[in-house]
């Protein structure tokens, strides 16, 4: 052992201090026992396998299934003067052969092995016959049979175990629940492993879930007071929709690249190409899009349906801040998609308990939406972590619902649904109540009902959302053949019979959201904006010549640092944190000739005079 973890975190990472579990995480591996430990995405999982790699004797494999983010993170790893490799089906031959041979003659740090390629006798004896320093098993989850990313390599991999016995194995991953959990240790043989579990908090991100009519225009009007430049995912249910969002965001003058299954492989690749190579870049897709996005910048994810689950909901927005920095989760839903959802719910097919799992699981995700108090703290509770005190993050703790005492236009909403004779669906509902003239509600004779105009003083948007929440707890069911009929439940009589009242939550005036989120600014000053913006220039012309993806060169949170501190020497430039010693020397000198440059034009200011950035 010659240098310490430490030592590697400062000199090779620019890093100053270990996060969460990781130096416990790495003292473990060091010193040869197993590990299996759970992170948040953008928690900081590949240092715990990076570093001991490092400090150990041999080579450190990667078990990974995600090829696609091989490449990168190999480029990655060079920048930072590690002798790291891959091995995958990406490769020729004469490739394959030299990474081979570097590997046996103990000339690399770290090797990304594809999992069916590991189980191979071939390359099984090619590690007998190398020096191995750890095993890290990635995305772990995969060995589970239940979830949708299963891979049957990943249950074979305990032959590791057994032709390795001396080896230390990590399984990494972010999957929260606890059934995959013990399936991890069980089919990994991770019996003696210590276990790290992280909080799955992630602090940086804003949720915000908001409910109403044209979604589109909300969209539209969060984008351009939060992230006028910034790169984001905005995922919709169809691949129609994706079509049509991505085409009218770039009649708005954004770049906007659609994503999904039902474009050729050779068009997603260059989508998902241009979303990381260059800045500000939207994605619009289905949720085939995400599995192995490592883009640490990704500034907001938007939904613009409601996701299956709080699982996936999570999974989703977590691709957002992986570099700490401030980042939104923002959904709009209106009551179609929570109609369509109840409609899964009853239609469903499969097994009986594949159902009651799959409709709880969407009951969870509407009582998120439907609820008054912190987002957080439900999302957190969900997965089995407690949590104290409202975050003072979220959409409801910064600026609370207000409920009403909606009682009374309940109880005309279900008695015009129940006098209609539960026949019709939300809309026709409405324009009774409202009084709508209209030919085929005198055509049914329902202008003559006692709940014919009625509604008067709620307009239409108010009773659509009124009607979404009776809809969300269940006093009123949407139909099975898909017409959207409603009928009503038990639970309507005590509210009915005016035994029981309900408290309905109060439309948010759209100007009312939510305070902005500096997400694009960060730590940025205002006076610090146009340096920053010359750095990040320089980094994109760096990245094209290299062929790498701007963030490998070096992170936003980076950037800014030196936009504020503005380092006159690879002394000063050297205490900025992400920087190690390999980027100072191959880096340090352009970056200080443009921070040098912009200086003298732009004297330092020292933010005396700095405006708040909102009132
Ligand atoms: P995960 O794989 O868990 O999603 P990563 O390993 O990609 O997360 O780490 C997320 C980001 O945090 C990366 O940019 C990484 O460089 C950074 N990071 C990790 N550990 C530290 C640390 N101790 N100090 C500062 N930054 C860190
Ligand atoms: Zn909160």
């Not at 699982?311 to 179609?336: H, K, S």
């Amino acid at each position: 052992m010659t240098k310490s973890a430490q030592h590697i975190l400062e000199e090779v990472f620019g890093y100053r201090c270990f996060r969460h579990h990781q130096k416990d995480i790495i003292q473990t591996l060091i010193q040869g026992r197993d590990v299996m430990t759970l992170m948040p995405t953008g928690g900081g999982k590949s240092l715990c396998y990076q570093i001991p790699a490092l400090v150990r004797e041999g080579t450190g494999i990667v078990v990974s299934p995600l090829i696609a983010l091989m490449k990168d993170q190999v480029d990655a790893l060079r920048q930072l003067g590690i002798r790291a490799a891959f091995l995958n089906s990406t490769l020729s031959f004469e490739e394959v052969r030299a990474t081979e041979q570097a590997l046996r003659e103990g000339g690399l740090d770290i090797l990304y092995v594809a999992p069916e390629r590991l189980l191979t006798e071939h390359m099984l004896a090619l590690l007998e016959a190398s020096r191995i320093a750890l095993f890290a098993i990635d995305e772990a989850h995969c060995v589970s049979q239940w979830g949708h990313d299963f891979r049957r390599e990943y249950q074979q991999l305990s032959i590791l175990h057994q032709r390795f016995p001396g080896v230390p194995r990590i399984a990494l991953t972010a999957t929260a629940d606890q059934r995959t959990r013990a399936e991890i240790i069980a089919q990994l043989g991770l019996e003696q492993a210590a276990v790290f579990i992280n909080s799955f908090d992630r602090p940086n991100i804003r949720y915000a879930l908001s409910e109403g009519q044209n979604a589109r225009e909300q969209l539209w009007r969060f984008l351009e007071r939060e992230h006028p430049r910034d790169a984001g995912i905005v995922y919709c249910l169809s691949r129609k929709k994706v079509e049509s969002i991505a085409a009218w965001l770039n009649d708005r003058g954004r770049v906007a690249l659609p994503y999904h299954a039902g474009l050729a492989d050779e068009v997603r690749h260059r989508h998902q190409e241009r979303f990381l190579r260059e800045e500000g870049v939207i994605v619009v897709a289905t949720i085939a899009f995400g599995m192995g996005i490592d883009k640490p910048d990704v500034r907001f994810v938007a939904h613009l349906n409601l996701p299956k689950s709080i699982e996936a909901y999570y999974q989703e927005t977590g691709r957002a801040g992986r570099d700490g920095l401030p980042a939104n989760a923002w959904m709009a839903y209106g009551l179609q998609d929570v109609i369509t959802l109840r409609q899964m719910m009853q239609e469903g097919d499969g097994d009986e308990r594949y159902k009651r799992v799959a409709h709880q699981k969407l009951e969870a995700m509407l009582g998120l939406c439907e609820l008054t108090t912190c987002r957080r703290r439900a999302l957190l509770e969900y997965f089995g972590e407690a949590c104290e005190a409202p975050c003072g993050n979220c959409d409801n703790c910064l600026s609370p619902p207000q409920t009403w005492d909606g009682s009374e236009a309940a109880r005309k909403a279900l008695s015009c649904v129940y006098r209609t004779g539960q026949r019709f669906g939300v809309n026709y509902v409405i324009d009774v109540l409202c009084g709508k003239d209209d030919a085929r509600i005198h055509h049914n004779g329902h202008h003559r009902l006692s709940t014919y105009g009625i509604g008067g003083e709620l307009n239409n948007t108010e009773w659509r959302s009124l009607f979404r929440q009776l809809i969300a707890r269940r006093y009123l069911e949407v139909d099975l053949e898909g017409h959207g009929t409603l009928r009503l439940t038990d639970l309507c009589r005590p509210l009915l019979r005016g035994e029981a009242g309900i408290e309905l939550r109060r439309l948010r005036k759209a100007e009312r959201t939510s305070k902005k989120n500096k997400a694009a600014g960060g730590h940025l000053r205002p006076q610090d904006a146009s340096l920053f913006e010359a750095l990040r220039r320089l980094r994109l012309t760096l990245a094209e010549a290299q062929g790498v993806p701007p963030y490998v060169i070096f992170h936003d949170s980076t950037l800014m640092e030196m936009a504020r501190i503005r380092p006159r020497s690879l002394d000063e430039m050297r205490a900025i944190s992400g920087i190690g010693e390999h980027k100072l020397k191959r880096y340090g000198q352009v970056f200080l000739e443009t921070i040098a440059s912009h200086t003298t034009r732009e004297p330092v200011d020292t933010g005396a005079e700095a405006t708040p950035e909102e009132a």
